[in-house]
């Protein structure tokens, strides 16, 4: 198994429908980045955590997050976009209960 994961791939159907109009072809749009992950132990909770941030930082690139002043709606985009990519990652590579369990709990705190 590779090494590398994509953190990402956002569905029109899982955010589009709560969304305003302006954020539609964003939503439409896949993107995906790559989080290498290759000299990190996922099942210690200091190798989960830096992986966890790298994914967490590579889903508000793929979800275009932004700052500056924003709409509520954008808000609420982009929190339920990053949320979905991170969950999606980490679904990806958490293929063994160990490393499942190490991300689990860096995710939670």
Not at 18 to 36: H, I, K, L, W
Not at 53 to 67: D, F
């Amino acid at each position: 198994m590779s090494r590398t994961v994509l953190a990402g791939l956002i569905t029109a159907t899982l955010i589009a429908a709560p969304v305003a109009p302006a954020f539609a072809d964003q939503a439409n749009t896949q993107r995906q980045v790559a989080v290498d992950f290759t000299s990190t132990d996922l099942t210690t909770p200091a190798g989960a955590k830096n992986v966890l941030a790298k994914i967490e930082s590579a889903a508000e690139v793929v979800c275009g997050v932004r700052t500056g002043t924003k709409s509520l709606t954008e808000l609420r985009f982009e929190r339920d976009c990053v949320e979905d990519a991170v969950d999606r990652a980490i679904e990806s590579i958490g293929s063994t209960p160990r490393r499942r369990a190490a991300l689990d709990a860096a995710r939670a705190g």
